[in-house]
């Protein structure tokens, strides 16, 4: 493509470009060390266990929750051996396909969980949704809607 059919952004799609690329910097370090001050969870332990306290019996295969958190398998085995040693999941083997395995969320995970959830909760409304109104949240919704379609997800 030629610098001159080059489709540049105009000033205003470049602010919020760069407003959106340090957002997703500055948004999940803010709530991991909001996270981090009131339990012993890191992000990635809070949203793997919120994931297993919505799955039926509190337990998914690998390979499911690997794509319900868009993961690579190889990263979210290694996060769940952690998680493992820590007893806030147990991992069982599957009876009918000896490839897969599943992971539950122990009494452990829960009570971490549990305790974890109103300080996240509060950052997440401190950071992401104070003064937003209802107009500017419906805009955002449809917005990273359209963004999310073009993904391919």
């Known amino acids: 493509m030629s610098e001159s ?6 000033e205003l799609e470049m602010q919020v470009w760069r407003r959106w690329l340090r957002a997703q910097t500055e948004v999940p370090a803010e709530l991991g060390r909001a996270l981090k001050e009131d339990s012993e969870l890191s992000m990635q332990d809070y949203e793997t266990l919120v994931h297993l306290t919505e799955a039926e019996d509190g337990r998914l295969r690998i390979s499911v929750l690997a794509d319900t958190m868009h993961w690579e398998r190889s990263r979210l085995s290694h996060h769940l051996r952690r998680m493992v040693g820590r007893g806030l999941i147990a991992k069982e083997e599957c009876a009918f396909d000896g490839r897969g395995a599943f992971v539950s969320i122990t009494e452990q995970g829960r009570a971490a969980l549990a305790a974890a959830a109103p ?4 950052a997440v409304r ?8 209802d107009t ?4 955002l919704d449809t917005f990273l809607a359209r963004v999310l379609e073009r993904t391919g997800d």
């Open 5 to 10: 059919s080059t489709p540049w952004l105009t």
């Open 119 to 122: 300080g996240h909760l509060a």
């Open 126 to 133: 401190r950071v992401f949704f104070d003064g937003a109104t």
């Open 136 to 139: 500017e949240l419906a805009a």
